[in-house]
């Protein structure tokens, strides 16, 4: 019952759901800190932060958990933010951004950028753009064409991905050795992240989660479809190659450097809508928190769990959203296949 009193109280005030994803972030950000196989006590970090201590406290914190934390947050941010926008633009729960290959084209051009452009670190967030925005475009107009029923654009989805993945493995066949650590790009992983990947990275995600804000009232009127958004004097093909832009620049740059994590575009704004509803001016940001606090309890969870063997923490994401969309799948009564 109390559970329940206060899934009613966050329902109802929208906006103390916001602050809760905010100390949620907050929270497994310092843990993630503090805890690993070094354990770094909270005073220790704020010396170490403020720049008062040294030694192995500071060198583990600068360049070992900071970038993987500030990284996971944003990977987190923006790959649940776009999975949002991508859900809102299709009118389809099932949308996810891994889920209609939009993850598989990001790492496509990751692989090609690093194959072909070894030096160019500053050009793989925006090789991942181009790649995760070319496969939204293809799996819609591929969907459209055929009839864009839900099941439609999953099967279109999983048809891409399949396809896009094969050609990642042939990137990394013809490239072995540019491509060394791409294995483990594969399964998504923050192991190893550095300021250098995750800096410019963030730069592009904090861009994207601005202009999906500017576009908020629009995303809206664009979900209750396109007869309405023209009535209402709206260009809703203009509008909706922006917003699918703005969900192709955050999810690739997310994909840029956490590699292909699936299911967090997808799990995280079924969850903020059953408290803060569809509109996008607050949908949009609940899902940035809590997917950056996702991520990040996630990510220390793979740490810890089986220490000091670390599990990539893509892994651990896919034993969660996996039964989570079998669900969404089978939820109609019979557990029948919905359109």
């Known amino acids: 019952m109390k559970c329940l009193r206060i899934f009613s109280t966050l329902r109802s005030k929208p906006q ?15 843990a993630g800190l503090c805890v690993g196989p070094s354990s770094i006590p909270l005073s220790e970090l704020w010396r170490a932060l403020t720049g008062q201590s040294g ?14 934390v500030l990284g996971a947050l944003a990977a987190g941010a ?59 475009l293809g799996v819609f107009l591929i969907a459209k064409k055929c009839g864009a029923s839900r099941m439609t654009m999953v099967l279109t989805g999983v048809a891409a991905s399949s396809i896009l993945g094969a050609c990642t493995d042939a990137v ?19 192991a190893g992240v550095s300021f250098r990947q995750v800096l410019p990275a963030c730069l592009y995600i904090l861009a994207g989660f601005i202009l999906a804000m ?27 190659l922006a917003v699918l832009m703005t969900a192709a620049l955050m999810v690739g740059a997310s994909v840029s450097f956490a590699g292909l994590l699936g299911f967090v575009g997808l799990l995280v704004p079924h969850i903020c809508r059953l408290f803060v509803g569809g509109e996008s001016r607050l949908l949009l940001p609940a899902s940035a928190l809590f997917g950056g606090a996702l991520l990040l309890f996630c990510d220390l969870l793979s740490r810890v769990l089986f220490a000091p063997y670390e599990l990539p923490v893509g892994i651990l994401l896919s034993l969660l959203g996996g039964p989570f969309f079998l669900w969404l799948l089978l939820r109609r009564k019979g557990g029948h296949l919905h359109d």
């Open 172 to 190: 990394m066949a013809l490239f072995p050795d540019a491509l060394a650590g791409m294995a483990g790009f594969r399964v998504g992983g923050l």
């Open 55 to 68: 030694g192995t406290a500071f060198a583990i914190l600068v360049h070992v958990r900071l970038p993987r």
């Open 214 to 240: 500017l576009f908020s009232n629009e995303l809206d009127v664009l979900s209750l479809g396109d007869d309405v958004a023209q009535s209402l004097g709206m260009r809703a093909s203009f509008v909706r």
């Open 16 to 30: 103390a759901f916001l602050v809760l994803g905010a100390l949620f972030c907050l929270a497994a950000g310092l």
């Open 78 to 136: 923006g790959l649940a933010s776009g999975g949002a926008i991508i859900q809102s633009v299709f009118a389809n729960p099932l949308a996810g951004p891994n889920i209609i290959g939009v993850n598989s084209g990001a790492g496509l051009a990751v692989a090609l950028c690093c194959a072909l452009f070894p030096a160019g670190f500053w050009a793989v967030p925006a090789a991942a753009f181009a790649g995760a925005l070319l496969s939204v």
